[in-house]
């Protein structure tokens, strides 16, 4: 069964220091990963996705995340950050086959922003 | 559309009422999943749907919900006698489907529905 371990419940960073969110995930196979964002009373919103290829994925607001096979990982990184990037961030595996679609989500990662 | 819409934007029930929960998925899109947040953080899938056909429904507690996927209708989520457990926000999501390298298979959600059972 695919799992997500998103480590940092909470991570506080000063407005235009660099951020870094750790995921690790389980999934026996080549996964489907993705970045959400969620803020306060909100629906989540795509970051960006890994399917195949270029390790190095870009996405909207500045943000990119590197898929690593050898650590399973798929960490979610933004040079700069602003405080409108507060929120709450959720990586997610998906899955194919007859699983298709049935995203796993991690614990979710509280990013506050300190002027 | 062009996003996924859902209602009501809250919705509150007695305990043992009805609630049904409604979902329209991207113009073309012809997957949509519900899933359930609860605690504010954990998401658990509930089932998903092929045009109107059930494609997984694993993640469904069947004694009190149901749903249906019907042609030209939104689709559905019904919790028939709600419990409290059963209070959190239901998001559904929608995607065009499986792809040779996944790029027709992202999610979109919606906004939620958030449920308060008293």
């Known amino acids: 069964a695919q799992s997500v371990t998103q480590p940092d419940i909470h991570i506080t960073v000063s407005e235009g220091a660099s951020l870094e969110l750790r995921c690790n995930y389980s999934y026996g196979a080549t996964p489907y990963l993705f970045w959400y964002v969620q803020s306060p009373g909100q629906g989540l919103q795509l970051l960006l996705k890994y399917f195949s290829g270029d390790t190095l994925v870009q996405g909207i607001k500045g943000f990119e995340a590197e898929f690593k096979r050898s650590q399973s990982s798929f960490n979610l990184r933004k040079p700069s950050v602003h405080w409108s990037d507060a929120a709450e961030y959720f990586c997610?595996?998906?899955?194919?086959?007859?699983?298709?679609?049935?995203?796993?989500f991690g614990q979710g990662t509280i990013l506050t922003v300190h002027p | 559309g062009e996003e996924v819409a859902q209602t009501p934007k809250h919705l509150v029930r007695g305990e043992g009422q009805k609630a049904k929960l409604y979902c329209a998925p991207i113009?073309?899109?012809?997957?949509v999943f519900w899933y359930q947040q609860v605690l504010k953080n954990e998401f658990k899938f509930l089932i998903s749907f092929q045009n109107e056909n059930v494609f997984d429904e694993t993640g469904m507690p069947k004694e009190r919900f149901s749903a249906k996927c019907l042609p030209n209708s939104p689709c559905s989520l019904e919790i028939q006698a709600t419990k409290l457990e059963d209070s959190a926000v239901y998001f559904c999501a929608s995607s065009q489907g499986p792809s040779t390298g996944g790029h027709r298979e992202t999610q979109y959600f919606g906004p939620g529905t958030r449920l308060l059972v008293l």
């Open positions: 113009k073309g899109h012809s997957y």
């Open positions: 997610a595996v998906g899955a194919g086959g007859t699983s298709y679609g049935k995203l796993t």
